[in-house]
Every structure is written in C-alpha cells, then in structure tokens.
C-alpha cells in the first residue's frame, strides 16, 4: 500500500477514558504516517491522518521531513541536530511533497536541507546534520531531583495537555502523556509561574529499533506542549492567546527509545513582539539527559485576554 494512502490499523483501536482511539494500533498509524512514500531519490510524499486538525500539526511536518533527510544519509550516521522554520500554514486534505538538497557528505558529518512544499509553495523548511559515532568528553545538566514516577501520575492529565475539550481533544493519542504540573488549560490551574512544566511521555505501544524512527518521534512529541511554556508565566490562559510555532531546534545527544518514558521539561526565558522563546529538556528514567530543543512561537492575547 502507498503511504500516501490511509493505512487501516493492525488491530482493533483501544480507547481512553474519553473515548479517543490510543494504544498500538493508534502508534502502528503513526509510525506508518512517518513511512513516507519515495517519489525520487530525494524527492518523498507524506500525508495527514485522516482525523487530523484543520491545519498541519507541526510535529507531524518535521518529524516527516526529518525521515525525508535521513532516508539519503547512511544508517551509521545518527541526526545529532536539526533547525527549522515554519513557513506557512500546511493543509491537511492534500499530501506534502518534500524535497531534498544533498548539502554536503563529509568524512564524520552530513548535511541535508529539506523543504516542505504544498501547491508549489514551501511551508517548512528544515536543516539537519548527521554524525559518524565517535567517543569524546561528556558531561551533562543532572535530571531535576524530587520528579513523582510515570505510575504515581494519573493518565488523564493527557486530556488537560490536549486541551481538555481544547485544540486536540477527540484526535487519537499515539502518545502516553502524564503531566506533573498542571497546565494552564486546565481550569485548575492556580496561575502565573516561574517553574518549568513538567510531563512523562512515551509512545503508547512499542516501536520498531530503527533509530531514526524513534529521533523522528521525539521530534513529532517536543511540539505538542513548549509553547505553553511561554503562556504558564502569565495571567494569560491558553484559551485566550493565539499561538503558533515559528521555528523549532533540537539537538540530540544520546541514544533513546521514545517508547520509553522521558521526562520533558519546558521552560520560557523569554517574551516580547507577540513572540515567545521557549526551551526544553528530555531525561531518560535513569537520569540521562537525550535532547534539547528550543523554540520560538507567536504567542498573541487576544482581545478580552489578560497579559
């Protein structure tokens, strides 16, 4: 089957307590959504779910074009980085065409350029870098002490990241999300705060070993909740503020499963020009910190909206 065509589920959907489709089935699509079909040598077709938001996910058009660049890089050379812009909305009811620029195959490194492109027009572009594995000097930023376990947290905390009857509510969950602190879409939220937000997640099924895969989801995930980041330190409420990622960064620095738990930690330095710098953090259970990314987003209150 082409996957620019809907990929019917392995097995029947398993559903949450609010009736939106999860477990490995729900996963199984997404997986298959980042199988992209090869037009050319550096030329790939990707598609939207077929449930899917009025617009493009943004996790979803740079995990696909991080599989378009890495599907042209040898499988001994891991991403250690990628940078991107969001361009313009994507449509989700026609397919995205991404095409691929060889920049350059080094000894150690390679590069590649990707552009997303709709109607003859680009909506993201994306720059990644690729790196033989080699040994060198390590240390890393230690995982915040006093963190409660996957287990210790409620699964419902997944509807309030999604918004509660909000922005995602109803589409299927391919990722198991337990939130530490609570999110400012939440009407139990108690405020302004200058702590990051805090939330486990994992694929919600078990994935195939092929390391891209998993980097690629990671980056699927990493743009579902940073942006709060930015609204959490102000009397602002998610419902009240227009928001949308503008560019997106992340840098990888071990090896991962994404079908693991990993603590992400999300935390906004900075605001200003109806724009919002957020950045953040993913830590393994046993305290190694994998990735980093940053983003910054426009973040606009509405008009009846407190800042």
């Not at 594995?133 to 287990?151: F, I, N, Y």
């Not at 302004?192 to 390391?211: F, H, I, Q, V, Y």
Request: aromatic share 6%.
């Amino acid at each position: 089957m082409s996957p620019a065509e809907p990929v019917p589920a392995t097995e029947p959907q398993a559903t949450a307590a609010d009736g939106e489709p999860r477990g490995q089935a729900v996963l199984d699509d997404l997986v298959s959504l980042l199988d992209l079909e090869r037009l050319e040598d550096n030329l790939f077709r990707g598609v939207s779910p077929p449930v899917s938001l009025p617009r493009v996910f943004g996790g979803q058009v740079a995990g696909q074009a991080l599989v378009a660049a890495g599907r042209t890089v040898p499988g001994d050379r891991p991403v250690h980085s990628l940078h991107a812009y969001f361009i313009r909305p994507g449509d989700p009811n026609i397919p995205i065409v991404y095409e691929t620029e060889r920049v350059r195959d080094g000894r150690s490194f390679t590069t590649r350029r990707v552009l997303a492109i709709q109607r003859g027009e680009a909506i993201f572009s994306l720059s990644a870098s690729f790196q033989m594995e080699q040994d060198g000097l390590r240390h890393s930023e230690p995982m915040p002490q006093g963190v409660p376990a996957p287990d210790r947290i409620d699964d419902l905390g997944a509807r309030a990241v999604r918004g509660d009857g909000g922005w995602m509510a109803g589409l299927p969950r391919p990722l198991d999300i337990r939130l530490i602190d609570e999110p400012v879409s939440s009407q139990r939220w108690t405020g302004p705060s200058d702590e990051p937000m805090r939330l486990w997640l994992r694929a919600d099924g078990t994935l195939p070993d092929e390391k891209l895969l998993h980097v690629c989801l990671l980056t699927y995930a990493s743009d579902l909740t940073l942006l709060g980041s930015v609204v959490a330190r102000h009397d602002a409420p998610a419902n009240g503020v227009q928001m949308a990622s503008l560019d997106h960064a992340m840098w990888f620095h071990e090896p991962f499963r994404a079908d693991e738990w990993l603590l992400y930690t999300c935390y906004s330095p900075a605001a200003s020009g109806g724009r919002g710098l957020a950045s953040g953090r993913f830590f393994t259970a046993d305290g190694r910190l994998v990735a980093t990314t940053m983003q910054e987003g426009l973040v606009r209150v509405r008009k009846g909206g407190r800042g």
